[in-house]
């Protein structure tokens, strides 16, 4: 997979995809991922990538041209290039939609900043994301957590493959609780159940505990 984040900060990359499973999937030539500079777009000798907004208002807008110009040099190595672009509005990410992205040849995230982008910019997306509803000062980090998520299902990258077919979201379904050494910590026991050695009866107490945890996020949530 290739992967092509489009920014204005590109060094906010560089100590985070330096280490663990996203230097070990680079390592093992699983991904391939180019931070390109939006201000290495720009025509002005500020390098700017941004301007008042028509009508007015607070805050200053991130232009299309610079934009537009770093997917032209992105589509000019790949055409086909699957293109994300980070709104508040858009609908959630999730473990469904990191398990979609995995299994495409090359993703363009496209990170916003200040108090947002032209409106024509859209028109570059083939998907927009929210990684919450909150507000961030700029799609950077979500673009790192999608990147992180998508990049450890890729076949390969984790060493121990079982490991995913029981994280958390699998089948819509919260983790059950784990535990390891000490048995007792503080006062605080391992559940019996687990130092029984009786495999078929802790799968059927993980499974309810994954349904109990579940539910309860689920009222939490509304």
């Known amino acids: ?21 996203i230097k070990r999937a680079q390592d093992k030539d699983k991904v391939e991922i180019e931070t390109v500079n939006l ?12 301007d008042y907004p028509y009508g007015g208002g607070a805050g200053m ?3 299309p041209e610079p934009i537009y110009k770093a997917m032209d040099y992105v589509k000019s ?10 709104t508040p509005q858009a609908r959630l990410f999730n473990q469904e939609k990191a398990y979609e992205l995995s299994k495409k040849d090359s993703v363009a995230m496209i990170c916003g900043r200040y108090e947002g982008f032209d409106e024509r910019v859209r028109y570059l997306a083939d998907d927009e994301i929210s990684v919450g509803r909150f507000v961030l000062s700029g799609g950077e980090i979500a673009a790192m957590a999608v990147t992180d998520s998508m990049v450890r299902l890729i076949p390969g990258v984790l060493g121990n493959e079982e490991s995913l077919k029981e ?35 802790i799968k059927k107490w993980r499974e309810k505990k994954a349904i109990e945890k579940t539910f309860k996020i689920g009222v939490e949530n509304g």
């Open 1 to 21: 997979m290739k992967i092509y984040i489009l920014t204005i900060f590109p060094n906010m990359f560089q100590s985070v995809f330096k280490e663990t499973i």
């Open 39 to 50: 201000r290495d777009f720009t025509n002005d000798r500020h390098r700017s990538t941004d």
């Open 61 to 63: 807008i991130m232009k």
């Open 77 to 86: 190595i790949d055409s086909a290039v699957y293109t994300i672009l980070f």
């Open 167 to 201: 994280e958390t979201f699998q089948n819509n379904m919260i983790e059950y609780p784990q535990y390891t050494r000490p048995e007792i910590f503080r006062g605080m026991r391992v559940p019996e159940i687990l130092l029984s050695g009786n495999h078929q009866e």
